[in-house]
């Protein structure tokens, strides 16, 4: 398998560099750049040095070598919708790691990035790669739109109950903590170093664009139409969305009956964890692999259930997820070059 | 004004010690101590040296000198207790920063603190000392209650709206994200720097012992029998806690409305900040000061207030708020010696 | 007495607004930015929300008011050479905190800051601000070089054994390791959170323009022409130098002689701290003080003596020792404004 | 080839069991504790939930399964010494990571580790175990002496030129900064989170216990009496160990001459990697994996070659260098299971 990764230096690209060359079956052939077109990966990225050496090239289709058959795009949000067009056109898979092909509604797109969608059409086509949902559909995709990391750290939590129809979606809180490399790459006031180690903030409060993808998706497998609270926050690490939900059950269940909700709609995906209790999800223990840990407590004194959410960002909220996606698009199994274990 | 520290060595007495020694009006007579008993005081604390080098003795009530006439209890909970009788027997005040007389109601001590009060007489007699509320009351105080560090933070943010009745008590979600400094100074290995550091957490799921303190002054406050979800969180940073809080109210008001409650409310008190928006609190502004800040967002699309509230919790979580209680205690203006502008 | 503060936006300014804003007698009457011209101060600074909220203005003397005595400028190098002719000819003093006066031979300015020095006539006249030191000949200094963060810690750490003539200079070899502060407040991608976090490096090894500052206080004090090996680290803090220095003596010296040594040169200077052992210098024991802590070994098998010395590069590295200097341009207490103690 | 791991729940243990488990054909028979036994492995690390979890038994060899062929020894400095002749004389070969036999000569090891050596006969049989130097011998070995962590980063810094003989060893001075995971998983006051986090600070100056080790292969390679200075310092990062090295050279070398020599050295030793200029070594780059970064520069100035070294304390300072060891002991290629990228 032939693959080109455009956006390849920014850190969803770099994660998909650093997977796909572990990767037994898949190949670089093409790595693409906006900003460093002409210099040597492993300058780039010195943790490279010695393993991985291809010259980035710009992110334009026409050089793509034809035996490439699978294109990842890890471009920024906007930059995308301009090129996969013409990628499908020439033939080319793409999983997309951008927001362009997230929400399918062209009109929510508009509202929430500020910017009318150029390929409307390909809304419906493509695929939302969320496996543990979409597993039997993603295999003939076209097009996958690869989930953004808050999405998937909330749609892990939420898809069992969501899909029983067991939420009071009125009650739903979403308080999310991400590591700065969310943000990614590029240097801002607001990421510099002694600007945002030893603090925690939140930002976006209520308006942040990953809202509309988690409504998306809720609503899909609810048949509701689902309205949430979303707070994300910002915390002084580099890696790592933990995600703390709070809700109401419309009616009562033991917690028996969760767990087995969880374990039935869960079963047989290799990369969600149930933590059996006491264990509750931190981010540290899924740092640089691709599980989404789980875990949930029911406050009896208020009837709330809070459910916990941790994934690595980089890996289940972006490349690895994207690895996952394209094991599915070639029929090999799930984990295929995904087995590394968190690292401590 | 002669003080004694007791439990000097702690985070909190280190910053009792901090806060005393630069204060114009105070001077440290005593402080007390159970595991460095004759140490000198910069030996365990080396940022003392060459500023305070008194020797730290038992925390013992009849080694305490005759002049000292305010004692801060800065001792692990249960230790106070047992100490403050005999303390205000021999006519000191006290100004105690342990959890033991906040709760008035002694069954609620058993049942979060799981042990028996071993002074339930002078719970009633206690004064809950967050000056923002209590103001009128401290100066004649013989025994302060000085609140908690989450509690601080979560009431200072909902004491207008509480004491205003504009609460939908039924929908409050607290998510608090604290440093590692709250829990203590004990070496533990949930807080070893490798365990701890680059990874979020939550703990204590429905059940941390500074909920029914919480619930306390909101009832007291609204005059209702209110009861909250809150959820404590682990951040690597040392100081400073954010709470994120999420209710809704019972009548629609406008963004003037709940700014001009706010500004009435805390007229006059020189330690909450109001920030004017775009901008939030967060938790490196108030950083080594004893400001608490405040923001809040209207979630138009869900009708949610989302309050947030930055302190720094070994300040006005603690040992500031001490000061500022003692300055009450004394007559003396608020900020006495507690006008050290924030460490960027 | 009334101060402007030119650069009052970056790490330097800022701090130097803290400490004057606490200041007993010092006035803050204009504060200057080339970046945020007409903004309220706080604004750009939250922490100062409710504390300082002058206006910022150009960096422009027209504009200055007439009674500031003393204008302190922590504007880039380059910045400063322009500016400092027309304020000492306006009949301003003037504290500099960049580097542009501290060496008095134009062409080793020119060497290591690759400019063209275009005040030379002044470099002889400018005071090396290192009270330490030049205690005695500040007082009437017009124009003071304040020194820079690394040659502080180094030439506080030196200056006593260079001074009695007992080093054996072909073996000092310096090894530095600083908190990201230093590098200032301007995002770049070397300083961006998930870059320098979690890592520790070296950089501009051999030819860090701290380099001649430091030879030529060493050379004057020892009247020898001093070379010295000097390598800066980046350690993930914010704040922090320590330098670990490494020499031999000429000839054999008993530890109390040593001890003795710096105790006699240090006597009666309040910010030097000669930490009696086993205890050595840490950079926390000085955060956010002027403190510069100072510890040594002799290392018997190799005959080297290890000097360890720990700073917060913002305040004795920068602006705290720009208003200690202050405070002898105008013969107050050295101390003033400067007894904040360290914030654990 | 089925092994067994004592002291597996410590970070290097942790770390053998993270490489072992994904290891094409190492399988782990046996995991040991002192601390947990009983427990299931995953409930102490929890980051193995659903990849590993097999129960914690005693470190006791009569309980280790015949089919073991390998015990990786990861027990504290004492321990080992006291188990490992009775693994030998069952016919186990042995990679011990701990200090017990590194040292050949006995009474070293009782100056520096304060306690005579119970099985002094082995210390001649064990093979230092580090790859780079002693490929040839490893083979054959039935006990392996695992290196040290600082002392792998600065022994991969000096080898080619020690044995070159290109050292003036009178000049040597070690500068080392290390992360907190090196100092073992145990919580203590000086690794709680509060107390190590934004500070950096030297230790053991002079008298570590590893100056012994580095010393031995120096003298061994060079054919001389060597003594070094070696500085530890404590940086906050969970991984990572820079040495920054100082020495000069007994005859001037051009520039292409060292770096021949350390291309000639290294040629054929997958991780050891020499940095091109003007690239440096940095913890962040070789994290996660079993790399060694070199990199140099000469300070022409004072004639002095600063040499950095950069390694993950956790894999090429401990168990990464362990599995390396053990594919050399059963003629594996030297990568097999240890081709994990570093994560960024």
Known sequence: MKVAVLGATGYAGCELVRLLHQHPRAEIEYIGSRSHVGTTYHLVHPQFFRAFGLELQPPD??????????????????????????????????????????????????????RV???????????????????????GAALVANPGCYPTSVLLALAPLANAGWIDWDSVVID??????????????AFHFPECTESVKAYRVGDHQHIPEIEQLLSHLSSEAVTITFTPHLVPMIRGILSTIY?????????????????????????????????????????????????????????????????????????????????????LPEETGLTQLPLF
């Not at 035996?67 to 930059?79: I, M, T, Y």
């Not at 969608?117 to 295999?139: C, F, M, Q, T």
């Not at 999310?176 to 006031?189: E, F, L, M, N, Y």
């Not at 959410?309 to 289940?316: E, G, P, R, T, Y």
């Open 176 to 189: 999310a903590k991400s590591g700065v490399s969310g943000a990614g790459r590029s240097p801002r006031q």
């Open 117 to 139: 969608h150029p390929a409307p059409d390909l809304l419906s086509k493509a695929i939302y790669g969320l496996p543990e949902v979409n597993r039997e559909v993603l295999p």
């Open 247 to 331: 809700l109401r059950l419309r009616q009562n269940c033991s917690p028996g009956q969760i767990d087995q909700l969880y374990e039935q709609f869960y079963d047989g995906h290799p990369f969600v964890r149930l933590l059996p209790p006491p264990q509750l999800p931190e981010t540290r223990f899924v740092r640089g692999s691709n599980f989404c840990d789980l875990g949930w407590r029911f406050d009896q004194r208020t009837g709330r259930l809070v459910i916990l959410s941790a994934i690595d960002n980089l890996v289940k909220g972006a490349a690895g997820q994207a690895v996952q996606n394209m094991n599915l698009l070639f029929g």
């Open 61 to 114: 289709l026409n050089l793509i070598p034809d035996p490439v058959e699978l294109v990842f795009c890890a471009l920024p949000h906007g930059r995308s919708a301009d090129l996969v067009p013409d990628l499908l056109a020439a033939g080319k898979r793409v999983i997309d790691l951008s927001a362009d092909f997230r929400l399918r509604n062209p009109a929510l797109y508009e509202t929430w990035y500020g």
